[in-house]
């Protein structure tokens, strides 16, 4: 649990009581963890009567939509002019990575961060951050409880849906017993539990499928087979149909594969290059990661190439195979 827990919960509860208007964003390129406890504080703040606003500047995955206060997500960009008295940052260990959403940070009255990422480097006014947690919502669950907030059926929503898509549908290591006696108290709640299994895991687009299939039909391997590599291209994206954020996923299932002990995704833009890599047992994924300046967990994590250093895709791959055999 985090240092301070007590004295930083009085804290939060004032500012919260305080604020008039509350901002609430969180890290680049949405998941379920991201997405699922800034909906769910959106719910609370509507349910208490505060002008809030949830920033999302990017596309959200197919398998979110279906999340309660989706459709009032908005662009940091309508924000510029407001006046900001608490934003509150989910799910994100360092404020570049909320990108454009920065600018409303440095502009707010007090800023609160919420994370649970091994890597996270505490760059608000008050920093919640509990780095056992496997999922931000999980350790939402519990700041919201000790505050004694109700939570509605659409807040449980949220939060079961960021436990259950950060650790892997419950079977990454990082959980604990605590994990699934929070998901007890969510399905208490009364969720549809069916409806949130179906959306994100058994509705995967054709275009998706397609973009899956061209990254495997490439993938590359190394270190006798216990790294597994992919990468796409925005052409690849173009020509299968698929969203942008329909590339979430192929990390895990290279993963998956039998013998494959780390998992590398480059996803190819025109000025850089999306690191995404994922380990079975004993690779730290966050020694990678942080040599390109990037985060995440043991067993997760990402970083960012910019092609200045690195010109085309044999030098990324090189500099990363060369980092990763290390750890092997």
């Given at each position: 649990?985090v240092?301070?827990?007590?004295?930083?919960?009085?804290i939060?509860?004032?500012?919260?009581?305080?604020?008039?208007?509350?901002?609430?964003?969180?890290?680049?390129?949405?998941?379920g963890?991201?997405?699922g406890s800034?909906?769910?504080?959106?719910?609370?703040?509507?349910?208490?009567?505060?002008?809030?606003?949830?920033?999302?500047?990017?596309?959200v995955?197919?398998?979110?939509?279906?999340?309660?206060?989706?459709?009032?997500?908005?662009?940091?960009d309508?924000?510029?002019?407001?006046k900001?008295?608490?934003?509150?940052?989910?799910?994100?260990?360092?404020?570049?990575?909320?990108?454009?959403?920065?600018?409303?940070?440095k502009?707010?009255?007090?800023?609160?961060n919420?994370?649970h990422h091994?890597?996270?480097?505490?760059?608000?006014?008050?920093?919640?951050?509990d780095?056992?947690?496997?999922?931000v919502?999980?350790?939402?669950?519990?700041?919201?409880?000790?505050?004694?907030f109700?939570?509605d059926?659409d807040?449980?929503t949220?939060?079961?849906?960021?436990?259950?898509?950060?650790?892997?549908?419950f079977?990454?290591?990082?959980?604990?017993?605590?994990?699934?006696?929070?998901?007890?108290?969510?399905?208490?709640?009364?969720?549809?539990?069916?409806?949130?299994?179906?959306?994100?895991?058994q509705r995967?687009?054709?275009?998706?499928?397609?973009?899956?299939i061209?990254?495997?039909n490439?993938i590359?391997?190394?270190e006798n087979?216990?790294?597994?590599?992919?990468?796409?291209?925005?052409k690849?994206?173009?020509?299968?149909?698929a969203?942008?954020?329909?590339?979430?996923?192929?990390?895990?299932?290279v993963?998956?594969?039998?013998?494959?002990?780390?998992s590398?995704?480059?996803?190819?833009k025109?000025?850089?290059y999306?690191?995404?890599?994922?380990?079975?047992?004993?690779?730290?994924c966050t020694?990678i990661?942080?040599v390109?300046?990037?985060?995440?967990?043991?067993?997760?994590?990402?970083?960012?190439?910019?092609?200045k250093?690195?010109p085309?895709?044999?030098?990324a791959?090189?500099?990363?195979?060369?980092?990763s055999s290390n750890?092997?």
């Open positions: 649990m240092k301070n827990f007590n004295e930083y919960i009085k939060l509860e004032e500012k919260i009581n305080k604020a008039n208007t509350i901002a609430i964003a969180s890290h680049m390129n949405p998941d963890d991201n997405l800034k909906l769910c504080l959106y719910k609370l703040f509507k349910n208490l009567n505060k002008e809030v606003y949830v920033i999302e500047n990017d596309q995955p197919t398998a979110e939509k279906f999340l309660p206060g989706v459709e009032h997500l908005v662009d940091s309508t924000l510029e002019d407001k900001i008295d608490l934003m509150i940052v989910t799910d994100c260990g360092d404020i570049e990575r909320i990108g454009r959403a920065e600018s409303i940070f502009k707010a009255d007090f800023t609160v919420i994370d091994e890597t996270n480097v505490e760059f608000a006014d008050l920093n919640l951050v780095r056992n947690a496997p999922a919502c999980e350790f939402l669950y519990l700041i919201l409880k000790q505050m004694n109700s939570i059926k807040m449980a949220c939060l079961y849906t960021g436990i259950s898509t950060d650790t892997g549908s079977k990454y290591d990082s959980i604990r017993p605590l994990t699934f006696e929070v998901a007890i108290e969510l399905l208490k709640i009364g969720i549809d539990i069916n409806k949130i299994t179906v959306n994100l895991y995967r687009s054709k275009e998706k499928t397609e973009l899956l061209r990254a495997l490439n590359r391997y190394y087979n216990k790294i597994g590599l992919v990468s796409i291209n925005e690849d994206i173009f020509e299968t149909g969203r942008k954020s329909d590339s979430d996923g192929i990390v895990e299932f993963r998956d594969i039998d013998g494959i002990e780390l590398i995704f480059i996803n190819e025109k000025d850089y999306k690191l995404s890599t994922r380990s079975k047992t004993y690779v730290d020694k990661a942080k390109f300046g990037g985060g995440g967990h043991i067993r997760a994590a990402g970083a960012t190439l910019y092609k250093d690195y085309n895709l044999c030098d791959i090189n500099r990363i195979i060369d980092l750890e092997i």
